[in-house]
């Protein structure tokens, strides 16, 4: 597939009643940024979800392919108190 992005944060599964659940956030997309700070490593996503405290603000860039190619969007939330 070519322009495909890297598949390091590749979602397996979406904990059901969690934040990213609650975002609508689904299996098989891929999380390229949290809170505009790139995800690359599995390091770099625990030490941004560790720096989240309850009433802040998220702001996910995701990626998805569809039968149109891949394509990019934003989810927002709060995390909850």
Partial sequence: MRDAP?????LREV??????????V???QILVEV??????????LR???ESLK??????LYLRAYTRN??????RYGTVPE
């Fill in 54 to 59: 309850p009433g802040d603000s998220v702001i």
């Fill in 47 to 49: 030490a941004l979800e």
């Fill in 26 to 28: 689904a299996r098989n």
């Fill in 15 to 24: 904990e059901p009643g969690s934040l990213a659940d609650d975002l609508g």
């Fill in 35 to 44: 809170n505009r700070q790139p995800v690359r490593t599995p390091a770099q």
């Fill in 69 to 74: 190619g891949w394509t990019g969007f934003y």
């Fill in 6 to 10: 890297a598949l390091l944060g590749l």
